[in-house]
Every structure is written in structure tokens, then in C-alpha cells.
């Protein structure tokens, strides 16, 4: 498989339709508060520093670590890729107008759907490979080359470069700040510094992507080169945004109990809970639930389920350093998750979620098969404008709404008024990082 013929396809994914720079526009904001938020994390704060050089590729790698780390990025079901944490801020540090942003954060999508696809989506999760890590440096270094306006030969070299000695495993780090953030950092500095070698004439291996290659990245059976034939056509359009700080995979039952709490269901009366989910969507949600550890009290089904009974605004609280109530712990105890076959469909792109409540009096079931936020869902919009208000950042993304209806301009806005108040932040944070080094 030819690099240069996968890149080729891009020319024709650039996004000169409304419906594709407004998609983009919706996720640039959407990455932007969740950059943001958890700029104001402690462990946000641990990766900002680290990654505070003054150096654009460096902060452009604490950014997408942090945007990752907050577990309320996009995200594209079918290949469990999130993009938008790597494509947004590189094409945002290095794209010179709106036009450029709209396509490079296109091109990034595309191809890191493309290659997180390629080695079996979601699926490869439980052979130890990481889909986003995986295809990390592809998707920062095609951005980064498109933003620069590389030819195609360009584009195709920075993205072999970036993929050669990859990977997609890391185990499962522990502690605090978690490596498995500055995984996504280091990875995102590999893809940007591949295309800024092939500015100074470094080439790689056009013929890398070799089924042999892929069969090295992951289990051989989940391959499928095909997907390295073109670039997926509106990719921006086909990756969702998430309204809770959440696995995924759990993410539509949450809205069924939602659902039914403010249906007037009493959480007192309830004595158990069963979800069923496809069989895909449980290992990560229904592992046993650690309160030390931070991705375990946003994957845990049950944990979000006392969540959304007795501390509503938290499923959006990224940093989860406030001890939990013990009525929100005990209720994850009543939570019982099962895997149903039976939900497994044959769209690809949806995990729904059967949710059964049972209660003193009565005995409630509900389904959802679509989440507020999903792929062509209408109200995308609001999904976002409820981040940015729970995070109180109206003052900070008033004018790109107000330019909202000229996509580009508004594009322009968030380069800068967004991605300079993020990089203002890192700044401080730099200067702050300093001063303890100095006192101590």
C-alpha cells in the first residue's frame, strides 16, 4: 500500500462545503473547552508544565494530551479513534487562516479514522493496542503538513516518517500524572517532527504500510488494508462528541437513567439496575471500581450511574479529585452490567444501551440507540454550548459563536481568541513551573 496514494485521496476530502467547515468549527470548540477545563486540573496543570518550553511543537503535544485526558473529546465509534485531541491544536498552531484549519483538521481526521480502522477499531482494544495512540502520529503529522501546505509527495513522506517504529501499546500506566497522557504528547511531537524533517529533506519508506506492517500493529485477523485505499470522505462529519466525561461505551445507558430521572423515577426506591450493552462496549466499563484511580471513576458504569443520581454536575467534572458522596458509591454497588449479543448491530457506528430499573413498586426498561452529540444528530450545538456554559467560558468563545454563520471567520476567531488564551495558560503555567523550581 502506497503512501503517496492514500494521501492522494485528500485533495478531494478538503472541506469547501459549508456542512464540512461547520462540522469542523463544532469540534474545534468542543477540544478548545475541553483544553481549557482541564488546563484548571491538577493533573492538567502536572502535564502543562511538563510540556511548557515555549516551544509550539511541545505545547501543541500538552494540549492533546490534555484534551485527551479529559475524557470528554470526540470520538468515532467504529474505530475508537479521538482525533480532534491531536488534529485541532496542531492545525490550529500551525495553519495561517480559517481555510487552512478547516483542511488540515479534515485531513487529520481522515486519516487517523483511516488507520485506527485499518488495524480493527475498537476491536483492538482487546489485544492491547490503543487505537488513538496508534494512530497519533499520522494524524499530527498529515495536519501539520497540510497546515504548511505540503504537496502531496510531502504529505506522504511527514506521514511515513511518523508511522515508522510506532505503536499503539502501553500497558496500563499507573500513578500520577499518568503516562498514558504523555504517550499521546509524545506521540503527537513524532507526527509534527516528521513533517517538519521532510521540510529539511528527510524521506522515509513510501511502501511502510504493508499488510505484514499492520499485522505487527495488532492482531492479524483484525486487519484490514483496505482501509488505507483512501482517505474517509466528510470524516469530521462522521465523529461524535460526547456530553459526559465517560467512557463511550457506557455513555447511552447514562442517558437512559437520565432519561428516567427526570421522568420523575425516585432514586430512593430503587434496589438494582441492569444494562445491558453489545458485547464490545462492557470490558471497559464494567471493570471493578477503584476511587484512587481517575479513568476508573469515569469508565465505571455503576460509579456514573450514582453520578447522575446524586451528583448531576460532576459527569461533566474532568479533574474527579473531590472525594465522591457516599450514597453516589454505594449506589454503583446496585449497577450490574451484562453483555447482550443481541445489541450487537450491524452499524458499527452505535453501541446502544438496554437500561432495566427495578423499584419498590414498579419495573422500568428503556433503550438508546443515540446519543445527543452522535454523527448527524441536529443538536450537536447543544452539547457544546452546555460544556462551554458548565465550564463558564461564554466570555472566552463569544466571538467565535457571534462568527459562527461565516465558517472561516470563525475559524480565525478560535486561532485567535481560543488557541492564544490556551497558550497563554501554558505560559503561566511555564513561569509558575520556574518559580517552584527556583524556591526549591
Known amino acids: 500500500m502506497s503512501a503517496h496514494s492514500l494521501i492522494n485521496s485528500l485533495n478531494k476530502n478538503q472541506s469547501d462545503t459549508g ?41 501543541v503535544a500538552g494540549m492533546a494530551s490534555i484534551i485527551r485526558f479529559s475524557e470528554c473529546d470526540d470520538i468515532h465509534i467504529p474505530s475508537c479513534v479521538s482525533p480532534g485531541c491531536i488534529a485541532i491544536p496542531t492545525a490550529l498552531a500551525f495553519a495561517k487562516d480559517g481555510e487552512g484549519i478547516a483542511n488540515a483538521v479534515e485531513a487529520g481526521y481522515g486519516v487517523g479514522l483511516a488507520f485506527a480502522k485499518a488495524i ?13 495512540l496508534f ?15 505540503f504537496s502531496e509527495k510531502a504529505i506522504a513522506q511527514a506521514l511515513v516518517l511518523a508511522m515508522s517504529g510506532t505503536s499503539g501499546r502501553t500497558g496500563r500506566p499507573q500513578g500520577f500524572p499518568s503516562g498514558r497522557w504523555l504517550a499521546i504528547g509524545e506521540a503527537t511531537i513524532k507526527g509534527i517532527r516528521a513533517a517538519q524533517a521532510v521540510r529539511n529533506g528527510f524521506c522515509g519508506d513510501e511502501n511502510l504500510f504493508s499488510d505484514q506492517w499492520l499485522a505487527s500493529q495488532t492482531q492479524a485477523d483484525l486487519v484490514d488494508s483496505k482501509m488505507l485505499h483512501s482517505v474517509p470522505k466528510n470524516a469530521v462529519q462522521k465523529v461524535g462528541l460526547k456530553p459526559f466525561v465517560s467512557a463511550r461505551q457506557g455513555a447511552n445507558a447514562i442517558k437512559v437513567f437520565l432519561d428516567l430521572l427526570d421522568d420523575g423515577l425516585s432514586v430512593e426506591d430503587i434496589h438494582s439496575v441492569e444494562v445491558y450493552l453489545p458485547v464490545v462496549a462492557v470490558p471497559v466499563v464494567a471493570r471493578e471500581l477503584d476511587l484512587g484511580n481517575r479513568l476508573s471513576t ?23 479529585k473531590k472525594s465522591f458522596k457516599p450514597q453516589t458509591i454505594a449506589f454503583a454497588k446496585k449497577v450490574k452490567i451484562t453483555a447482550d449479543p443481541d445489541l450487537q448491530t450491524d452499524d458499527a457506528s452505535v453501541w446502544p444501551a438496554r437500561v432495566k430499573i427495578f ?21 450537536q450545538m447543544d452539547v457544546v454550548t452546555a460544556k462551554i456554559k458548565h465550564f463558564n467560558q461564554l466570555a472566552l468563545f463569544d466571538e467565535v459563536l457571534a462568527h459562527q454563520e461565516n465558517g472561516l471567520a470563525a475559524l480565525n476567531r478560535a ?26
Open 298 to 320: 469515569i469508565a465505571n458504569l455503576g460509579l456514573q450511574f450514582g453520578i447522575a443520581a446524586f451528583e448531576r454536575s460532576r459527569l461533566l467534572d474532568v479533574d474527579r
Open 359 to 379: 423499584t419498590t413498586a414498579e419495573n422500568f426498561e428503556q433503550s438508546c440507540h443515540a446519543l445527543p452529540g452522535d454523527p448527524g444528530d441536529n443538536c
Open 120 to 132: 480493527g477499531g475498537v476491536k483492538a482494544l482487546d489485544h492491547g493496542v490503543w487505537p488513538t
Open 135 to 149: 494512530a497519533a502520529p499520522a494524524i499530527a503529522a498529515v495536519t501539520c503538513a497540510v497546515s504548511m501546505g
Open 415 to 440: 486561532k485567535k481568541n481560543l488557541y492564544a488564551a490556551a497558550s497563554q495558560r501554558f505560559a503561566e503555567q511555564c513561569s509558575q513551573s520556574e518559580n517552584l523550581g527556583m524556591a526549591s
Open 19 to 59: 456542512e464540512q467547515i461547520n462540522a469542523v468549527i463544532l469540534h474545534v470548540m468542543d477540544s478548545m473547552s475541553v483544553l481549557l477545563a482541564g488546563l484548571e486540573t491538577a493533573e492538567g496543570k502536572a502535564i502543562s508544565q511538563f510540556y511548557s518550553h515555549g516551544n509550539k511543537t511541545e505545547t
